[in-house]
Nanobody, 120 residues
Framework: EVQLVESGGGLVQAGGSLRLSCAAS????????IGWFRQAPGKEREGISC??????FYAYTMKARFTVSRDNAKNTVYLQMNSLKPEDTATYYC???????????????WGQGTQVTVSS
């Protein structure tokens, strides 16, 4: 069974940091790109970054504050988020697909999400 489990979300003050984790199982992790997305209430899903063994992409507006990394030995991808702002408040999702992209429809598997709330 394919599983993607996000963790590390929570409540943080503006200017703070969080590191999200995405633990994967049930598929050949090395062969897949992992994307990070977020969705705030009433807003469209937004691509943040993706990472594969060959590529790492960021949405232009995220690149300065967010860093993605992966540990293939642990089947885990991380998203380090710094200088958080209230507008970063959203549910954050990871997804697995064969190609690295910031478009959600490129991905085959999705996690359940982890909530990030940034207070002002």
């Amino acid at each position: 069974e394919v599983q993607l489990v996000e963790s590390g979300g929570g409540l943080v003050q503006a200017g703070g940091s969080l590191r999200l984790s995405c633990a994967a199982s049930g598929f050949t992790f090395d062969d897949y790109a992992i994307g990070w997305f977020r969705q705030a209430p009433g807003k469209e899903r937004e691509g943040i970054s993706c990472i594969s063994d060959r590529n790492t992409f960021y949405a232009y507006t995220m690149k300065a504050r967010f860093t993605v990394s992966r540990d293939n030995a642990k089947n885990t991808v991380y998203l380090q988020m710094n200088s958080l702002k209230p507008e970063d408040t959203a549910t954050y999702y990871c997804a697995a697909g064969l190609d690295c992209a910031l478009r959600g429809h490129e991905y085959d598997y999705w996690g359940q999400g982890t909530q990030v709330t940034v207070s002002s």
